[in-house]
């Protein structure tokens, strides 16, 4: 029996041939004869030529999700071994990290379904009828090529309603502990399987984690701090300690430079050029862990959920940096408004203007910092929230800006595909307009490599990643 087949409107093949993978509901002009819901049909112009291959769902507006450019492929164990082994080789030539997505949707040719690596545990999720009526082959194919202790499912997103299906969890395969601990560029962490976010741990922004390590030291000099050399014999074993690893060097026999602050006495703290950071939206304080690893004085660590708070504190602590880091369970929003209030109303004081009220005490309000980190949810995950996420985006950024010490730097990302990264950058130049700063761009960056985007597909190139310097005009 001959396969079903999806005819084309005429004129509508250029994008599916220039490789995108998705068939729309109105890009559909007739069935050639019947398929199931989540079976493989053909797809033909509507000349007759034949096109690709894919799964069918007449319940969802993607019509048919393309899995092959060739006829006749089903969607067994060898098909997934064979994607799956492809993929792999992928993360090993461009991921350092074990610990990474595995298998990407359609960048990786199976559209519907996610794969993280997780210690020796697979979290997947599986997102469209086609590929649930498969879990048998593709938990096969997963076990044939990467060999886990265990995999999980986390199918508990909203989207797998429309393809008519409910949420699913559960152990698909092994043995999944709820909690297993990654690395990440050095670090260690610990990620919460069964009930953390998505998969139970973001890994799009490991690349930008890094990218903030030259923003990390390089601010004693602010404080009044500069090199000197100073007798070695002469110095306490702290302020030996505290001279730099690297950089110059005293010129002077029997001599080092050390750290000395405004009244010519060293420095003895060890991180004294580090910068002070606050981490809005912290999760699991994945961008707390980075500041730290890379030199940071302090750190604030902010999230609304005091259960992702609790994971940050183990985090910290399984790293060292307890003694560095200071967390705060509040909305980032009201917590932004309300440091730019208190320094608004510091900076009115200061200035000793008549309408100001001294008999007022000040709050502890109105702290700034040299860095300030801002990695909100999606605010956009419809086109119709798009102008509602553009009042979240300038809000944030805006108070976020005016947080940043002079010629401080704001990082500052956006996961709503919906916000397109010209409206991004749009949004935060409004804002930076407002609060009267000059931003310039020190980096711009998307999801990192365990994350490939197709060109062509729009629908892949979700996050924008931006770093500033921050100027008052």
């Excluded at 997505?101 to 545990?121: H, I, Q, S, T």
């Excluded at 004693?220 to 014999?233: A, C, E, N, Y």
């Excluded at 008999?359 to 502890?364: A, N, R």
């Excluded at 990302?413 to 700063?437: N, Q, R, V, W």
Aim: with cysteine; glycine share 10%.
């Amino acid at each position: 029996m001959s396969r079903a087949k999806a005819v084309l409107v005429k004129k509508k093949t250029r994008r599916l041939e220039q490789g995108h993978p998705w068939v729309y509901a109105g890009e559909v002009e007739r069935m050639e004869g019947e398929a199931e819901p989540g079976a493989m049909v053909d797809v033909h112009a509507s000349n007759g030529r034949y096109i690709a291959s894919g799964y069918w769902n007449p319940q969802s507006q993607i019509r048919v999700r393309i899995v092959s450019r060739q006829p006749e492929q089903e969607l067994d164990q060898a098909f997934f071994a064979e994607k799956f082994s492809r993929a792999k080789e992928y993360r090993e030539r461009f991921v350092a990290d074990a610990d990474c997505r595995l298998v990407y949707g359609e960048a990786d040719y199976v559209p519907g379904l996610v794969v993280d690596r997780f210690a020796d545990v697979l979290v997947v999720q599986i997102l469209t009828l086609g590929l649930d009526l498969k879990r048998e082959a593709i938990v096969a194919a997963l076990v044939e090529v990467f060999r886990p202790r265990g995999i999980y499912e986390r199918s508990d997103v909203g989207v797998r309603r429309l393809e008519g299906l409910e949420e699913r969890t559960g152990v698909l395969y092994g043995d999944c502990p709820s909690i297993v601990e990654i690395t990440e560029n050095g670090l260690l962490m610990e990620v919460d399987i069964a009930q953390g976010q998505k998969t139970g741990y973001f890994y799009d922004q490991r690349e930008n984690r890094a990218a903030i390590e030259p923003l990390m030291k390089g601010w004693g000099k602010r404080s009044g701090i500069t090199l000197q050399p100073r007798p070695v014999d002469e110095l306490p074993e702290e302020a030996r300690l505290a001279a730099p690893a690297s950089g110059p060097s005293a010129s002077e026999p029997g001599t080092v430079l050390v750290p000395v602050n405004k009244s010519g006495k060293a420095v003895t703290y060890p991180l004294w050029d580090g910068a002070t950071v606050l981490e809005c939206f912290a999760h699991t304080g994945s961008f707390t862990l980075h500041a730290c690893k890379y030199g940071a004085k302090k750190v604030t660590c902010l999230d609304v959920s005091e259960h992702a708070i609790d994971t940050a504190k183990r985090n910290v602590e399984r790293n060292g940096f307890t003694d560095r880091v200071e967390f705060v369970v509040d909305d980032a929003f009201q917590y932004l408004r309300q440091q730019v209030k208190g320094l608004e109303e510091r900076t009115a004081r200061a200035s000793g203007g008549k309408a100001v009220d001294t008999s007022k005490k000040l709050g502890g309000e109105g702290r700034t910092w040299d860095v300030v980190v801002l990695d909100p949810p999606a605010f956009a995950k419809t086109k119709g929230a798009v102008e509602g996420a553009c009042r979240g985006y300038k809000d944030i950024n805006l108070h976020g800006m005016k947080l940043v010490n002079e010629g401080g730097y704001l990082v500052t990302a956006s996961c709503s595909y919906h916000m397109k990264p010209e409206l991004f950058l749009e949004t935060i130049l409004e804002a930076a307009a407002d609060a009267g700063k000059s931003l310039k761009l020190v980096e711009w960056r998307a999801a990192g490599k365990d994350h490939p985007q197709l060109l062509g597909v729009a629908e892949g190139h979700y996050l924008k990643f931006a770093i500033f310097e921050v100027h008052s005009l």
